[in-house]
């Protein structure tokens, strides 16, 4: 008998001895291998960010630059300065070996991404994103109080730097983006890639192909559909409310409100354009200051808060745009009603707009 419970006993010990080495394995596996805060990558099983520690190691494994992304909280980058953060893909220079780009996809999941900073002299390709190529997707993704300072660095955005190939939908950012050479823009530097439901608030400066939504749409691929910006664009060379250049590229649907001011070609919406297309789309001429542009229609304050203005020029007001007539600028149906300084939120603050905007009237 008693050697029965001897063997028992012995048994027990084993089981109890894998059981504690198996959880022990378990949680060194996890803390060694486990990437973000789950998933896998995989299109029905993106990886989950959830955290700033989360964003920023995606720049440390390049090898899934290629896979899916979903933002599953609201992300406060402050920890992060100077040049802190990992950027996503990588631009060193025209046809450098080294260049790496996005060509996964990620989702914001309408979530927000708070403080993204950036200060550095010399580095080319800034934003969250540095470098996003061919196939890749950035989608529904909300940029708030981005400060970025690329001192002599070109292709400088608040979202992206250089989109090659890749589509941006349904993004936003606001704050400031600063760069002292080419390609600066308030939501993406260069784009030869596809924008569509985009806006950019924040204020914009930079020396040459400055704008407050994109510094620089370059080729035929580069398209800009259904996007605005309302920041102030401060550049020298080719400084555009919306667009600093326009090299071949096609603007349609859009408009901007920001004040401008430059050097040479400097326009309320587009500064300058070679042979490209500006279709349907407006700048408002006394808040930019500027009555000439390379593309687009020029409209009083009056006019750009009246919805005839773009349903004559074929804008649809039922699935994209919204306006309060005679109050607001349109707005994407993707914001919030009654959002009237484009935050995605409201509040008193839209409020006090709206009755500003009352008084005006009377």
Request: hydrophobic letters at 35%.
């Amino acid at each position: 008998m008693s050697m029965q419970l001897k063997i028992v006993r012995i048994k027990s010990r084993a089981v109890l001895t894998m059981t504690i080495f198996l959880s022990c394995l378990c949680v060194f596996t996890t803390q060694v291998w486990g990437k973000y805060s789950g998933g896998s990558g995989e299109p029905n099983d993106p990886y989950r960010i959830a955290t700033a520690e989360d964003l920023n190691d995606i720049g440390n494994y390049e090898e899934d630059w290629d896979k899916h992304f979903v933002l599953v909280n609201d992300v406060n980058l402050a920890e992060y300065t100077g040049t802190q953060f990992n950027i996503i893909g990588r631009w060193i220079d025209w046809h450098d070996p080294n260049n790496k780009p996005f060509v996964g996809v990620f989702d914001g999941n309408d979530c927000k991404i708070w403080n993204f900073r950036w200060d550095s002299n010399g580095i080319d390709g800034v934003g969250l994103f540095g470098f996003v190529g061919s196939g890749g997707h950035i989608k529904n993704l909300w940029m708030e109080n981005v400060d970025v300072n690329a001192v002599n660095g070109n292709f400088i955005g608040g979202l992206v730097g250089e989109n090659d190939g890749g589509t941006i939908t349904d993004c936003y950012s606001t704050g400031r983006v600063l760069g002292t050479q080419d390609s600066i823009g308030g939501l993406v530097g260069w784009n030869n890639g596809q924008i569509t439901v985009c806006y950019s608030t924040g204020s914009v400066s930079g020396n040459y192909c400055v704008g407050g939504l994109v510094g620089y749409n370059y080729f035929y691929y580069a398209t800009i559909t259904d996007c605005y910006s309302t920041g102030y664009v401060s550049g020298g060379i080719a400084s555009g409310g919306l667009v600093g250049f326009n090299w071949l590229g096609t603007i349609t649907n859009c408009y901007s409100t920001g004040s401008v001011s430059g050097s040479d070609n400097v326009g309320g919406l587009v500064g300058r354009n070679y042979e490209g297309t500006v279709a349907a789309s407006f700048w408002d001429m006394q808040t930019s200051g500027q009555t000439n542009s390379a593309g687009g229609i020029g409209k009083r304050t009056a006019e750009m808060k009246t919805k005839s203005t773009f349903t004559d020029a074929g804008w649809d007001f039922v699935d994209v745009w919204g306006i309060g007539e005679n109050q607001t600028y349109p707005f994407l149906r993707n914001e919030p009603a009654g959002d009237s300084n484009h935050d995605k939120k409201v509040n008193l603050e839209d409020l006090a707009i709206l009755a500003s905007h009352w008084l005006e009237g009377q």
